[in-house]
């Protein structure tokens, strides 16, 4: 596998500053106008390493705030929402120190207010982990109302109907949530819908309220587990986390850990829907099988072999893939998060395939890109039906979000020709080196940033 290289000079500053520092990156939140050209038909061979749970990550690293004692993380993945992250903790007092690319030290005893101003930290949705994590600790936070990739309306009543029921008031003033409490009390919480975000923060607050807290209706998903067992190694008592009910007894403190952070489904999902329309066999190491059941299953109705190791998994796809029907469903049903991959796929499938998003109403905005390679999509409200085609022609698309996106770059791997793919600032939110992986599975794929540079690959191909 082709290994990422940093100078060992650039370590001597954490990542997210290297890249705030780079010259060049003034548009789309910094970002240079970057593309990814590929050219596509090559089918997808060797093995992949999957990083750590961005979504995760987020959380824990908000939950970190929560001890004034030094917390170490690995296995952080070094994505664009992940370093915004990181710069509104140190925009707020708290200490990061980049041990190296993937580990990081967080110390929060130097908090010098509980207000998050960072303009980042407006464009990612983790923001609002920093209310749940300073309301638990110190009773107070304000943080900007929580941007992200445009994928629907994305209220959060729910985090707030959690925090009242602690005794917090929370209020909205100049875009900013302010949440304060005199006393955070346990309650008894029922969520109205299972909400992955509503949870975490509800539990990272009770975590360090007077008292027990009860969240029904919880959500299951890994990364909630991994937070739970966070905020235990750190002192926490939470129990019940991956099922629809968490109880916590709050705690006065909290102490220092080490933890590990689990691998990202969604980007070890979005490899093996790569390996499946490419014809490919592609081992994805560092992953837990049991959070990529529902993919795994929904390969097999494709026509895919799927092989389970203790931490890998193999994908190997033969031939033209078989239509299926899917619909989105909170953990363990099939990730939201994994919708365009699998519908890129079944684009290409033979019959006709349905599928359902149950959890966020905009998330088909990529169907009008992929229409432009030959895909045939209707879509009508929460459903798509998908006419398999046999095969796509590469053509020049724009990413409308983290996933669509990656699900784009899936298409254009599949694709006869050549494929450019706009917009990939979204993509790297949340994927690290998604074209370095795929060049070391086989792929023809490069990042590129001017009509030269594009004019070169297309040489390069032939
Ligand atoms: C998390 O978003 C993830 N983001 C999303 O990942 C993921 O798609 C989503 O969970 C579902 O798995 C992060 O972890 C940062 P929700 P979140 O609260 O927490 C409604 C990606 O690509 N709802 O589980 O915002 C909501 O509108 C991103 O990595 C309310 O109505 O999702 C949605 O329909 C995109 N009120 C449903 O619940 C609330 O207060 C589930 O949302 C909260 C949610």
């Given at each position: ?101 993937h580990t990081v030290k967080v110390n929060g005893a130097g908090l010098e ?215 989105t469903m909170p953990y363990p049903g099939f990730p939201t998060d994994m ?34 390679m030959g895909a045939s999509v209707k879509v009508e409200g929460n459903v ?79």
């Open positions: 596998m082709e290994k990422q290289r940093i100078k060992s000079a650039d370590l001597a500053q954490p990542l997210h500053r290297r890249f705030l520092q780079e010259p060049n990156r003034t548009k789309n939140w910094g970002a240079i106008v970057e593309q990814y050209i590929i050219k596509g038909g090559i089918p997808l061979e060797g093995e992949v390493e999957i990083g750590g749970a961005k979504n995760a990550a987020l959380a824990i690293l908000a939950a970190a705030n929560m001890t004034d004692e030094t917390v170490y993380i690995e296995n952080i993945p070094d994505v664009r929402d992940i370093n915004a992250m990181l710069e509104a903790m140190e925009g707020i007092g708290t200490k990061v120190e980049r041990v190296d690319r207010n509980c207000i998050v101003e960072s303009e980042s930290m407006k464009r990612i949705r983790a923001s609002y982990y920093l209310l749940g994590a300073l309301l638990g600790k110190y009773k107070k936070a304000q943080v900007p109302l929580p941007g992200g990739c445009n994928i629907g309306s994305r209220p959060i009543d729910q985090h707030l109907k959690g925090f009242k029921a602690m005794g917090a008031v929370t209020r909205i003033e100049h875009g900013f949530i302010i949440a304060e409490a005199e006393e955070l009390h346990g309650a008894h919480i029922f969520l109205d819908m299972v909400s992955v975000g509503a949870t975490i923060n509800i539990m990272m607050a009770a975590s360090m309220a007077d008292g027990n807290t009860i969240i029904e209706n919880a959500a299951k998903e890994p990364h909630v587990v991994d937070v739970a067992n966070f905020l235990n190694s750190m002192g926490a008592s939470i129990k019940g986390a991956g099922t629809d009910v968490i109880r916590i007894k709050g705690v006065k403190s909290l102490h220092r850990t080490e933890y590990s952070i689990i691998p990202d489904q969604i980007e070890a999902g979005t490899f093996m829907f790569a390996a499946a329309v490419t014809g490919g066999n592609v081992v994805l190491r560092n992953v837990i099988p049991k959070h990529l059941e529902a993919t795994s299953a929904k390969l097999l109705e494709l026509g895919c072999e799927v092989h389970e190791y203790d931490d890998a998994v193999r994908v190997i796809s033969h031939g033209r893939l078989q239509n299926t029907h899917v619909k919708q365009p991959q699998i519908a890129v796929s079944l684009a290409l499938a033979e019959g006709t395939s349905i599928v359902t998003e149950s959890i966020f109403e905009n998330r088909f905005r990529y169907v009008d890109e992929l229409a432009r798509a039906v998908i006419s398999g085609v046999e095969k796509f022609t590469g053509a020049r698309v724009s990413a409308p979000d983290l996933r669509a996106g990656a699900a784009l770059v899936i298409a254009g791997l599949a694709a006869e020709g050549i494929t450019i793919v706009d917009d990939i600032y979204y993509i790297e939110r949340g994927y690290e080196n998604l074209d370095q992986k795929l060049r070391a599975l086989g792929a023809q794929i490069e990042k590129v940033a001017s009509e030269k540079e594009i004019q070169k690959f297309k040489l390069k191909v032939g």
